[in-house]
């Protein structure tokens, strides 16, 4: 059979996702959802639709939602870029500002969509290692095309604060740097867009798929100085000019909104997540300090891969990567307090 692929498609290895079972009766912490349901009002928002609207093509730049996120934040609209998941988001910002001239600096051990990436818009990265303790050093981050960073970190867990992001960001003066703050509602370090009045070579990329518990919906969003953001409406506009559903934006306005409900279940994860570490520490087992809706365990001397074939036996499901240096780890989305009660008895039966 003749391959009508190109060559560069090829080539390319796609990102592989966590398992999603369809059926019932799986403990499921292996893709860092949100065990708990969206905010109330998103119901209510959406009920108030009127479908007749739905001939309608939706804002392109993500109406009521951009608005809702830039008065959250204290900004203005023009520095909100709304896209269909912040997967999207974060491919349009190297496609925007990323090319094959010089590589991109990322961690070695990070979120695994970057290489893909890379791979798909003939992006060079240059992955500089983390130390042994997983944490970044950033003096190692100097003079990139850009640079690309998760903070917290995915699947380490791990944060850095403002003045190492600060330290990047005055390194790499020709470059964009991104920071994706896919979990900066669960940690206790200030969000780098503190810092986006001083540089405007930083770009935030957050998603409402983890605290705001929209996974389903498919919504993300970059906050930036304006001429990044206008960077990322013409690779947008280039490419599909409606890449969110009015469903999705009025979802997240509505989430958007309710800042107590938002706190108040990130606090339960937090919470929960703080218990389950304690509880795997008593049992001998090593786990990074989290600042994500996730830990990070060391199953060393045990193997992990047992562990994970064990778990998954029992129908629970968590992350196993069989990749150097984090082969002995698993990673554990947090759950409510009975998903967890149900992991641990696992993982103290095995
Ligand atoms: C989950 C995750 C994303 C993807 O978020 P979506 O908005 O669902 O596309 C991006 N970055 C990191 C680090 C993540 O963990």
């Given amino acids: 059979?003749?391959?009508?692929?190109?060559?560069?498609?090829?080539?390319?290895?796609?990102?592989?996702?966590?398992?999603?079972?369809?059926?019932?009766?799986?403990?499921?912490?292996?893709t860092n959802e949100n065990p708990y349901p969206p905010s109330p009002k998103v119901l209510d928002a959406i009920n108030k639709i009127d479908t007749a609207t739905l001939r309608l093509y939706p804002p392109g730049d993500g109406g009521k939602m951009r608005e809702a996120i830039a008065k959250s934040l204290n900004l203005n609209e023009e520095n909100i870029f709304c896209g269909n998941g912040s997967d999207e988001v974060l491919a349009l910002a190297f496609q925007a500002f990323f090319s094959e001239k010089k590589p991109v600096h990322t961690p070695d051990i990070s979120y695994g969509f970057y290489p893909v990436w890379g791979g798909m818009y003939n992006v060079g990265l240059n992955f500089i290692e983390l130390n042994d303790d997983f944490t970044l050093d950033p003096t190692h981050y100097k003079n990139g095309q850009g640079v690309i960073i998760a903070n917290p970190n995915a699947p380490t867990g791990l944060a850095i604060g403002l003045d190492a992001i600060e330290s990047i960001l005055k390194q790499n003066p020709d470059g964009v740097v991104l920071v994706d703050e896919a979990y900066i509602d669960f940690a206790d370090i200030p969000s780098a867009v503190h810092l986006l009045p001083r540089y405007d070579n930083l770009l935030v990329v957050r998603t409402f798929s983890k605290s705001h518990a929209l996974a389903g919906m498919r919504i993300g969003y970059a906050i930036g100085q304006p001429h990044l953001i206008d960077g990322l409406n013409l690779a947008k506009e280039s490419f599909n000019s409606y890449p969110l559903d009015i469903l999705a934006q009025t979802a997240a306005a509505a989430a958007t909104e309710d800042a107590d409900y938002l706190n108040h279940t990130c606090q339960k994860v937090i919470a929960t997540r703080n218990r389950t570490v304690a509880v795997l520490e008593a049992m001998g087992y090593e786990v990074l300090p989290p600042q994500g809706n996730f830990l990070f365990m060391n199953v060393v001397p045990r193997d992990a891969k047992e562990l994970y074939n064990y778990l998954l036996e029992n129908k629970i499901?968590?992350?196993?990567?069989?990749?150097?240096?984090?082969?002995?780890?698993?990673?554990?989305?947090?759950?409510?307090?009975?998903?967890?009660?149900?992991?641990?008895?696992?993982?103290?039966?095995?």
């Fill in 317 to 350: 499901l968590v992350r196993y990567w069989d990749k150097p240096r984090i082969s002995g780890m698993l990673r554990v989305s947090i759950g409510t307090d009975r998903d967890m009660e149900g992991f641990l008895k696992c993982v103290s039966q095995w």
């Fill in 1 to 30: 059979m003749k391959n009508y692929l190109t060559k560069h498609m090829q080539q390319l290895h796609p990102y592989t996702a966590g398992l999603q079972p369809q059926e019932d009766g799986w403990i499921k912490l292996n």
